[in-house]
């Protein structure tokens, strides 16, 4: 899969991860970012667009309960046709809605 670098607009097939910093004081966590390999732009997926994996958490409540509720239940029904169909669409419209933003454009 290929993407698009928001910076440099060149086509990247792999972004790189690397820590944010040089180094880090005894207090602070390390923490990795995605980087272009061309231009060095920090990058990352955009936020709005995860609001899709939402649509998933019912299935956490539901799927529990299909399990210790008889199968004529009200609860496991809409599981079986409304809770699933929900998540499926969730997971898909996150990968078809991802984007990647710059955070950080490269110092030249
Ligand atoms: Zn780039």
Redesign the pocket.
Known sequence: MKFT?P??N?L?RDFVLRPKKESYKWYELSSTALF?P??G?ELEMERKSERWALLVLPLFVYLPLTLVLPLDNPAVLATKYLVWPLALLGMLMLYLKRRIVVVDPPSS
């Open positions: 670098c910076s440099c060149d990247v272009c061309y231009c732009a």
